[in-house]
Structure formats: C-alpha cells, structure tokens
C-alpha cells in the first residue's frame, strides 16, 4: 500500500477537550489546525477578549508544556489520547491586576485559579490573609450576608482555606467559620466582580504570586537552585525558601536571555556586570522557561507602551460596562432598599392589622365577658336581695328567740340562784344530820353499854330471885290458889311470873331504865323517818332539776344556738350525791 492511500485513511479531524477554571469543553478540530486555531476557538466560546495572558497547557512524561500557537496541534508532543486533554489556564499574570484585566471574564478565571494555587499551596498565604481573602469568595459566591438565610454551617461544603492553615491551628470548622463570617459580614454590598478583583488585589502582593519554579543549577556541580519566572523579571531562590530570592534580574536590566542546550545565559543590560549562567537538566523544560521568559517580557515591554486601539476599545467598553452595571446594582439597591422597606411597612402594617384584630377579639370577648358579668351580678343582687330579705327575717326570729332566751336565761339563772340555795340549806342539814348521827350514835354507844349492864343486873336479879322463889313459892302459893299442874313447863311459867311480879314491884330502877329506852327508842325512830322523808325529798328535786336541764340543753341544740355557759352538772352534784349517799345508808 502506497504512502498516498495511508493519508487518504486518516481521519480530518480530532476530539479535543478542553477544561477552563468552570466548565470543560469538547470541540471537534481539523487535522491541519494549529495551536492558534484552537486556542482562538477556545476563546471566542467563553467570550475571552484578553487572550495574551493565557494559554492552553498539556501534560507530557509529569511536564507541563504550553501549546504553540504557530505549530499545528498534532505535530506537537500532545498526548495521543482521544480526545487530547488541554487546560486552558494563565500563562503570565499582570502587574497590577485592577489596571490590566479589563473584561469580567478575565478577571473571573484568573480569580478562580488564584484562589485554586492558594487552596493547594503552590501560593503560599499567612492564617489572617487566607481568612480574608475566603470572605471575599464567599461574597463573591454568596452575595450579601443575610442572617436569616445564611444559618450556621452554611459553608461547612466549601473549600476555602488551605490544609496547612486548617492544621496549624487547634480550631474547629464551626470555629473557622465564625472567623470567616465576621468579615463576610462587612462586606456587604459589593459586587460579585468588586468581590473577586478585592480578593486578585490582595494576592497580588503574596511572595509567590505568578511565579513560576523551576530547578537550576549554577556550575554543573554545584548545589540546587530554583529559577523563578514572573512579570516583574527573573529570581534565584535557594530550594528551601521561595519567597525571599537571593538575587534577582528585572526585565528592565536584561539586555539578553539565551541557551545552548542546558546552558542559560542573562546578559544584564549594564555591560559593567557580570553575566549570569545557570544549567537546567531536561531541554523540555528549557523551552519552556525560555517560552516564559520571552512572554513576560514582551507583556512588561507592552505594559510601557501606549495601548492599541483594541485595548482602548476594550477599555472603553469595560468602563462603560461597569458604569452601566454600577448604575444597574445602584438601581437595583434602590430598589432593593425600596422592597425591603415596602416589606417592612408591609410586615408593620399585618403585625399592626394582627395586633388590631387581636385588641378587638379581646374587647369582644371583654364586651362579652361584662354582658355576662352584668347579667350575673344581675341575678346575684336578685338572690342578694331575697337573701337579705330573709337574713332579715331570720334576724328579727332571732331577736325573738334571743329575747326568749334571755328571759329563759333569767329564769334559769334564779332557778339555779335557788337551787344552790336549797343545796346550800341540804348540805347545812346533812352537815346538822352528820353531827346529830355522831352524836346518836355516841348516845346508843352508851345506851348499848348501859342495856348491857342492865342485862347483867337482870340476869343477877333473876338469880337472886329464883334462889328466893324456891325459899318462899310453896307457902304463897298454898294460901292463894290451888296448886297448879304438875310438870316442867308449868314450873317455868310460875318462875317467869314470879320474877315479872318481883321486877315490876320490888326493882324500880329496872322499870324506870326500861321505860327510858323505849322512850329513847321511839324518838329515834321517829326522827330518822323524818330524815327519810327530807331526803326523799332532796331527791326528787334533784331529779326533777336534772330533767329540766337536758330539755333545756335539747332546745339550744335543736335551734342552733350556743348553750349559755354554766357548771357542769356532774360537778356541782358530786358533793350533794356523796351526802345523799350517806344519808341513804344512814
């Protein structure tokens, strides 16, 4: 097969994908296009207008190399894959980013990539500056900071601090975002663009910023250096430090720059110092170094120079462009401020109509409330009057009831005035009875004694006599009457006979004491029958006393009133009964 049907064979076109900051692309190129053709389709798709400060880079054996613009894509040393993967990034970075970036799509890719070296430390950035510069990415992301929307843990899903900060501190991520809201907070009404050129303007003054590293070395056999590339001129740096450079070459005192295969040679434009030479190990990476160099270079000759008419134009545009948007955002804020205070007077007036509505619920229900307390107290003073009708007449039956008592209490207290009276004179006679009893009783003592002795004395006499009747009964009997019957108890008959007859007319002592015992006798007999009487007496007028007094008690309990105070009725009988016990037994 010829080498003519092989080229016939190979497709016209090839897949390429290209990935920006925020979208990745993939677009179908033809085979004899160049890196120019594709980096100006690139372009026009994302509306790019400052194109020198970028390019599209690829990755070739761990090398970044930049595509040339004036080389076709495929004779290049692209990855074959398909399709071919570009980064489409920036390749040099301006002096002053708020003077050189003049489109919003300029600044918002360099503003992501910027933020992206930071994020993965190839710009290194102290703990206070990253704080910073994460609340102008969160207002730029976020727009204003609003309370009410933005609840805590709000960016617990962003990125916006380096590892290195996060660990260098003890701090937790809630903490990390208080610190972060604090300044998010003062940033208020600045623009997404305003936001992202604050946040370009103060990593434009970090160490590392836009510089591109590459290992050198002086002499063949001396120790590592870094060379590093930026829009101000070229540094050496020692490797462990890159941010204080040991020498460095402005743009403006290079005279030359060129290489003979790892050789490098500055020229300083002052011919009275030395020229400067260094070595780099890989010719991939002195292309590129020399690639850098020669486009910052042309950009720092530039930046001194009048600008085109492309770039006034530009300039022209963007003024007007941020002049339009200013009035646009000045507009809307009016606006904005307009709604939200229409939105207050709104919530004002429904908190006032809410407020209105809830007075007038409550003075209906207070209207509702004094209908029925007026009612109520209608019926309450109705019911107070009949009460008081009758309280009044209850009070005049117990005036009545309380005259009654008064008048019963009269009668009872002079009842009781002569009861005592009465206990008074019973306890005088039982005291009079008591002492007559002693006395009684010390008299039938020596009554009893005497009635002893005159028993002795008649058992003595009836001795004496029957001593005499033996002596002298048979003569008197002979001369007065027959003789009785014979026998035993006929002969104690005569004897009793006999001695009555010897007692009644030959002892007259002994007839004159027995008269005055039974005389004694009678008179006792009477008064204690006497005394009987009187106690039986006391007794029933007791009784009687104490029956008036529990129907008395019963008529104050039944009727509800206190029972007028007096001496418990065990208590004023006790002494009474005691007496009256003595007597019964008396």
């Given at each position: 097969m010829s080498i003519l049907g092989l080229k016939k064979k190979q497709p016209k076109t090839f897949k390429v994908k290209v990935i920006t900051m925020d979208a990745e692309m993939e677009f179908s190129c033809e085979v004899k296009w160049k890196g120019k053709d594709l980096f100006d389709l690139v372009c026009r798709t994302i509306g790019l207008r400052e194109t020198w400060f970028f390019g599209l880079r690829y990755t070739v054996k761990d090398t970044h190399a930049w595509l040339k613009p004036d080389k076709r894509v495929l004779d290049q040393e692209v990855p074959k894959d398909s399709p071919i993967?570009?980064?489409?990034?920036?390749?040099?970075?301006?002096?002053?980013v708020e003077e050189e970036l003049v489109q919003e799509i300029?600044?918002?890719l360099f503003f992501l990539q910027v933020k992206k070296q930071i994020l993965d430390e190839e710009i290194f950035c102290s703990p206070e500056a990253s704080v910073l510069l994460a609340s102008y990415a969160v207002q730029a992301k976020y727009g204003d900071y609003d309370p009410n929307f933005h609840k805590p843990g709000f960016l617990a899903q962003d990125e916006l601090l380096p590892k290195r900060v996060l660990m260098q501190y003890q701090m937790t991520p809630e903490m990390w975002e208080e610190k972060i809201t604090a300044w998010y907070?003062?940033?208020?009404n600045i623009a997404r663009d305003e936001a992202?050129?604050?946040?370009l303007k103060i990593a434009q003054d970090l160490d590392m910023y836009g510089v591109s590293y590459f290992p050198i070395t002086q002499n063949k056999r001396d120790k590592e250096l870094l060379l590093g590339v930026d829009a101000q001129g070229l540094h050496i740096y020692s490797p462990n430090s890159k941010l204080n450079p040991n020498k460095s070459f402005p743009w403006s005192g290079i005279r030359n720059i060129s290489y003979s295969e790892k050789e490098f040679t500055i020229k300083p434009l002052d011919k009275k110092k030395d020229v400067f030479k260094f070595y780099s190990s890989q010719l991939r990476v002195n292309k590129l170094i020399l690639q850098l160099c020669i486009g910052n270079h042309d950009l720092f000759m530039r930046r001194r120079k009048v600008d085109s008419i492309e770039v006034q134009q530009m300039k022209a545009q963007a003024k007007e462009e941020k002049a339009r948007k200013k009035m646009e955002r000045q507009i809307l804020a009016r606006e904005k401020q307009l709604r939200e205070d229409a939105e207050r007077a709104k919530?004002?007036?429904?908190?006032?109509?809410?407020?209105?509505?809830?007075?007038?619920?409550?003075?209906?229900?207070?209207?509702?409330?004094?209908?029925?307390t007026a009612d109520l107290l209608a019926e309450k003073a109705q019911i107070a009057e009949e009460e008081a009708k009758l309280l009044a007449h209850k009070a005049a039956e117990a005036e009545q009831e309380r005259q009654r008592l008064e008048v019963t209490a009269l009668k009872t207290k002079e009842e009781h005035r002569l009861m005592e009276q009465k206990m008074r004179e019973a306890e005088q006679l039982a005291v009079k009875l008591v002492e007559q009893s002693e006395r009684r009783s010390k008299e039938a003592d020596h009554l009893k004694q005497d009635l002893n002795e005159a028993k002795d004395a008649e058992r003595r006499a009836k001795q004496k006599l029957l001593e005499i009747t033996k002596t002298t009964y048979p003569l008197i009997a002979a001369y007065s009457s027959p003789p009785p019957p014979s026998g035993p108890e006929n002969m104690e008959m005569q004897l009793e006979m006999a001695t009555s007859h010897r007692l009644d007319f030959k002892d007259p002592d002994m007839k004159r004491l027995s008269m005055e015992i039974e005389r004694e006798r009678l008179e006792y007999m009477e008064k204690s029958k006497h005394l009987q009487d009187q106690l039986k007496e006391l007794k029933t007028e007791i009784e009687s006393l104490k029956l008036e007094?529990?129907?008395?008690?019963?008529?104050?309990?039944?009727?509800?009133?206190?029972?007028?105070p007096y001496v418990p009725h065990s208590n004023r009988n006790s002494a009474y009964m005691a007496q009256m016990a003595f007597f019964e037994e008396v």
């Open positions: 993967t570009f980064h489409f990034l920036a390749k040099f970075f301006p002096e002053k300029t600044q918002h907070a003062e940033h208020r992202e050129m604050e946040y919530e004002e007036m429904e908190r006032r109509l809410f407020q209105l509505q809830d007075e007038a619920r409550m003075a209906n229900e207070a209207l509702l409330r004094s209908e029925e007094e529990q129907q008395q008690a019963g008529i104050y309990n039944l009727r509800g009133y206190a029972e007028p």
